[in-house]
Every structure is written in C-alpha cells, then in structure tokens.
C-alpha cells in the first residue's frame, strides 16, 4: 500500500498518477487525510495527558516523602480522572487508525512513468517479438483435439472428478508436464536464484501482504473453516516468507523460485477463452521472485524479462512482449510485462507470463524492510511467471504437431526422455 507519508506529501500528485490507472483517488485522498488530521489532533491530546499523569507521578512521590499525604491524594485524584480521559482517547485512536489504513488500502499502487495511457488490452504496447510462426496445414488441430488423439490430458475425467477446469494429465502428457516444470526450476537456478518449495495455503495476513486481499477476494478459494486461502500463484507464499522482516545490505539480491499448482476461480470467464488449457482453475507453475533495493529494482524487472524471454526462445516459441497500460495493470503493480506466445491452430495469442515491479507497495504491507545507515527502509519486491505451463503446453502441442506425431524441443527431451508424442 502506499505510504502515509507519500499521501501526507504529494496528495494532488498521488491522484493525478493514479488517473492513469483510471482510478479516481480524490475523495479517499481527502478522508485519508481528514482522518489523519484527527487522529494526530487526538493524538497530541493523548501525549498532553500522559505527561500531566507521569509529572503528578513524580510530585506525588515526592509529596509522601514530605509526609504531605492530603496533597498527595488530592493529585492522585486527578490521576485517575487522567487515565479515564487517556483511555477513551486511547479508543479514539485506534479506531481512527483502523480507519486510516481502511481507506489507505483501497488505493492502488502508483503507475510507472512509463506505464502507457490506455482502458483495455488493445492499449498495450508491443515491446518487442520473436520467434517464427510456423506455417501448418488447414486440417491443423487444436490443443484439445491433439491432447484427446494422443490421450494426453482428459478434461472430461477431470470434470467428473472436480469440475470444469481440473484436467487431468496422462501418459506423455503428464510426462511432459514434469519435464517443463523440472526445465525451468533448473534454467532459473542456474541463474542464481534459489528454490523454495512453499505451501500452497496461506493465511489471511499473507493474502493481505501481496495484495490479494481485499482486492482479490472473489478469485481465490479459501478454505473458512481455518481461515486459509488456496493459493493463486506461488508469488504470495514465496513473498511473505520476507514479511516483518527486516534484511541487512548484504543479504542483496533476494532471489527465489518455487514451482507450485496455482488456483482461481476465474468467475465470468466464459467463450472460445476458456477452451481446452485456455484458462484453467488449477495449473502449475514456476515463479521467480526477488526483493532488491529501491535503485536496483528496475534494473532486476529487466534482468527478469530477458530469464522469461530466454526460456520462449529456447523453447522456440513465437512470442511478443508487452508493457501494459494503466488500465489494464493490475492493483499492486507499479510497472508489468505480458508474455504472450502464439498457438498457430487457435490462430491466436495467449498469456503465458507476468512479470512486474511492485516497488515498495507490497513492503509496506508486510512491514518488509532492510537496514542502510542505521535506517530501516522500505524494499522493493518484484516477481515473474517462469513460467505458467498450460498456455505453453498448448502452444507446443499446436505448433508442433506433424502427420505423424508432436515433435518435443530439443532442450526439453533430457528432460522427458522422448523426443515425440506419437
């Protein structure tokens, strides 16, 4: 969330960056600050009738010493009347402050100023594309029908076990499945980050601290009856292993990758998206996350993007890159890039990754911080799918289907221990 401070300082430049996020921020603005304003009122308040009771503390003690007991009582009166006045001050105050940070919640994180102006995804930019598109038959398949022909994932079964959305993964399908995940935990350590295997429930202050909640609320499953969420992406345990932490300098750079299954309920999805592994509510994936310091964070976002693109190109993808636009980024981010790669028999582009630059907004709610001078200070986290499978499977499965059979990318055969799906 962004900082008291921050609001305190630069209240008409903190509505005016999040315009181009297309949210209006003024009357929260004004109550955060009108609220503030109270509650600091009440505060010196409070701070004035403390110092009265612990100075009457003192002369009372004195007042015994000199045996004038009737003066004594008479302040030790007064006291009591103190601690009453302090209590309901007290009250005051924290339901103040539970207002405050109410109200500082509901604000998103400020956009980057190279964010691009724009509503919807059509307002995306296109950073940059690789890769070829492969030219294949007319009578191509679709993902689905490759996976029911070569009896790689069966969704019917899944929807009889679960539910729409919970395939299940035979044979070299789900051979393939563990090659890739197995693939890029590998290619991300030998860029120096390090593997975490995280749990995949999380409790409410987690959910809280990346900015699932209360934002998210209605994507994730949760699980009541313990007050436990069902994790949407390994970036909330993976980040919150760093909550109430504070890091000194030389635990720089803070680098870790995590393969867990991911759930979201992904309520309204509906049409020709949701087709086959479009859109899943369980799916896996690796994710990289770092925490740095503020002046390197940008530098790291870059370094994560070229670790994403570098696994589409091995992986000989056609893929494209995109900035998004403050419309179509999400709460808590300060700046993402969109992977997409391109499934030739669908004839269209899907998402296989986001990796995005939070800045200090999730830190400030984990109380995630590191010392520099003697001063502690806020990080930045940033964090990247690394990447999501069941787009990419699907790619791969389209893209390289021929008459007799689906060819395997030459990096992931070590890994399945085939080099064709026939």
Not at 314 to 339: E, H, K, N, V
């Amino acid at each position: 969330m962004l900082t008291l401070q921050l609001l305190r300082d630069q209240p008409e430049q903190v509505v005016q960056r999040l315009q181009k996020k297309h949210f209006q921020a003024g009357e929260i603005v004004e109550a955060i600050l009108r609220i503030d304003q109270e509650r600091r009122k009440i505060q010196a308040q409070n701070d004035a009738l403390l110092a009265e009771a612990n100075e009457l503390a003192r002369s009372i003690g004195d007042l015994f010493k000199q045996g004038k007991k009737d003066e004594a009582e008479s302040l030790r009166q007064r006291t009591g009347e103190l601690k009453e006045e302090t209590k309901k001050l007290g009250e005051q105050l924290q339901a103040l402050e539970s207002q405050l940070q109410e109200k500082i919640t509901e604000l998103p994180n400020l956009p980057h100023d190279s964010v691009p102006e724009g509503k919807t995804p059509q307002d995306n930019v296109t950073v940059r594309e690789g890769g070829s598109k492969p030219s294949l038959p007319t009578d191509a398949k679709p993902h689905w029908d490759l996976a029911e022909q070569y009896n790689l994932i069966d969704f019917a079964l899944g929807n009889k076990v679960t539910g729409a959305g919970f395939p299940v993964y035979l044979n070299k399908g789900a051979r393939l499945q563990r090659a890739l995940i197995n693939y890029f935990l590998d290619k991300a350590l030998e860029t120096g980050y390090r593997e975490c295997q995280p749990p995949i429930l999380v409790n409410t202050d987690s959910a809280f601290g990346t900015g699932q909640l209360p934002d998210k609320e209605g994507q994730m499953y949760a699980v009541e009856r313990d007050q436990l969420y069902v994790i949407p992406t390994a970036e909330v345990p993976l980040t919150n292993i760093y909550r109430d932490v504070i890091l000194d300098e030389a635990q720089f750079p803070v680098k870790m990758v995590g393969y867990t299954p991911c759930f979201r309920r992904e309520a309204g999805s509906y049409g020709k998206d949701v087709r086959g592994l479009n859109r899943l509510h369980q799916f896996d994936k690796v994710e990289i996350v770092q925490v740095r310091k503020p002046e390197e964070s940008y530098q790291a976002l870059e370094e994560m993007v070229a670790h994403v693109e570098s696994l589409l190109v091995a992986l000989q993808l056609p893929y494209r890159i995109l900035r998004l636009c403050g419309g179509d980024m999400s709460f808590t981010s300060a700046l993402t890039y969109d992977f997409e790669v391109y499934a030739a028999a669908q004839d269209r582009w899907l998402e296989v990754s986001s990796v995005s630059n939070f800045e200090s907004f999730q830190a400030n709610r984990l109380k995630l911080r590191y010392k520099e001078d003697k001063t502690n200070k806020l990080a930045h986290t940033l964090n990247g799918s690394a990447l999501a499978l069941p787009r990419i499977v699907a790619a791969l499965l389209e893209n390289n289907q021929q008459p007799d059979g689906i060819s395997i990318p030459a990096p992931l055969v070590p890994y399945t221990g085939f080099a064709k799906i026939d």
